[in-house]
């Protein structure tokens, strides 16, 4: 491959989404290749949270559910997400951290569909989805069941007994995406419903659940939304099923009137009988800055970027990196992928460890993957290119032998 750095500093020149760049804080010196854990700060950020604790809080204080439009900041925000991921007026609702919703969906589904037992999955799903249904279906009795089938066998897998189908769009560590169209017809083929996980898709790629026709969905606010650590999370009941949806978190703020103080739950009309409390104001702010980042963007000229940019990557690492036994993790076919790419590598953590250290930040997951987010919005292609080079750089000198960089931290 004749690739020079120049052809990819061409390609920057060129890039339509070039200038949203200038909307994020990022630090210098540092590529970032993990907005698919934690996206980037936006320069609004700070500003608004300011202003929500200064002003709204410290001098509204509880004024503010009322004057500062507290209480309806969530449905606001909820709203711009369900513009992102196909939604009508109405189908989503910010709250919780996306295991929570999991768990309200999952319920809620089961619920909606009587007689039926399974949860089915795909194994190597993301660890909470599993936990989650395992720890509800335990609560609901021995009858109920988690089955686990390879990725390729889910829509055969579906039968009579299926409840529900329960997968992440885009696998978290092979950056694999599937079909939700054809998965979510599979599905309600045999009567179940289709919850999908966005938590790698929402933001990354244009996503249209209306159009796939899905059931659920849940995803994070802190990924490609760059709603920040512990961002709120979402969620998606399509609206046919919000008149027999119950989930079992009946909080009062999913009461049909909050403020009457009944002493019965009576669920709210719509997706609000979604939401269980109060909502943490400061974390929303955040996130509407973080979703307010795609504002006005053409979905389908960030996934174009994204493709490119993972295929660039690839051509890189395999030529600057041949012969230092990394092997791709991840579809070779963009169509196919996220917005990641993961390398398998024997000594992956400590070459991540010594990347990092580098000022190239991705991520390591379980046994040896390493992992490459390409957040399209903040990210240039000539990052690309010196990210390659570091790694070169890694491999080649074999700093992942060094001690500091074998030893595992808490968070990987
Ligand atoms: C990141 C992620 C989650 C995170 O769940 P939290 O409750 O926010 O910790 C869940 N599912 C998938 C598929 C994820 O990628």
Not at 101 to 108: I, Q, S
Not at 174 to 180: E, R
Not at 221 to 246: D, S, T
Request: glycine letters at 12%; charged letters at 20%.
């Amino acid at each position: 491959m004749t690739m020079s750095r120049a052809d990819l500093a061409r390609l920057d020149a060129d890039d339509p989404l070039a200038a949203r760049r200038a909307d994020f804080a990022l630090p210098d010196g540092v590529i970032y290749l993990d907005g698919n854990s934690l996206g980037a700060l936006p320069r609004a950020t700070g500003r608004r949270l300011a202003e929500v604790v200064g002003h709204e809080w410290g001098e509204g204080l509880i004024r503010s559910w009322n004057q500062a439009g507290w209480i309806d900041l969530g449905v606001r925000v909820a709203t711009k997400i369900g513009h992102l991921i196909g939604a009508a007026a109405g189908e989503v609702a910010v709250a919780d951290s996306t295991s929570i919703n999991l768990y309200k969906l999952l319920a809620a589904a089961i619920g909606l569909r009587p007689g039926r037992r399974t949860v089915l999955t795909e194994e190597g799903n993301f660890p909470t989805d599993i936990y989650i249904a395992e720890g509800l279906l335990g609560q609901l009795g021995p009858d109920y069941r988690l089955r686990r089938v390879p990725a390729a066998r889910i829509g055969a897998a579906v039968d009579d007994d299926t409840a529900v189908v329960m997968l992440t769009h885009v696998n978290y560590l092979t950056g694999a995406m599937h079909d939700a169209t054809a998965l979510t017809r599979a599905a309600q083929a045999r009567g179940a419903l289709m919850l999908w996980d966005l938590s790698h898709s929402a933001g990354a790629l244009p996503v249209d659940l209306g159009a796939a026709g899905a059931d659920l969905a849940v995803g994070c606010g802190y990924k490609y939304l760059n709603g920040g650590p512990g961002a709120p999370a979402w969620l998606y009941v399509a609206a046919r099923h919000h008149a027999g949806f119950r989930q079992p978190l009946s909080g009062w703020l999913g009461h049909a009137e909050p403020f009457a103080f009944e002493d019965g739950y009576r669920p709210a009309p719509g997706i609000a009988r979604a939401i269980c409390g109060t909502p943490p104001i400061l974390s929303l702010a955040a996130l509407e800055c973080g979703v307010d980042t795609f504002a006005g963007m053409d979905m389908g000229a960030l996934r174009a970027k994204s493709m490119r940019m993972g295929d660039l990557f690839i051509a890189l690492v395999e030529d600057a990196c041949a012969g230092q036994g990394l092997t791709l993790a991840s579809p070779r076919e963009a169509t196919r992928r996220g917005s990641q790419v993961s390398f398998r590598h024997g000594q992956g953590y400590a070459a991540m460890q010594a990347l990092i250290a580098r000022g190239v930040i991705g991520d390591f997951r379980e046994p040896d993957v390493m992992r490459f987010g390409f957040a399209p919005l903040y990210l240039r292609y000539v990052d690309l290119w010196d990210a390659a080079e570091a790694l070169r750089e890694v491999l080649v000198s074999r700093a992942y032998d060094r001690l500091e960089h074998r030893q595992r931290a808490a968070v990987t």
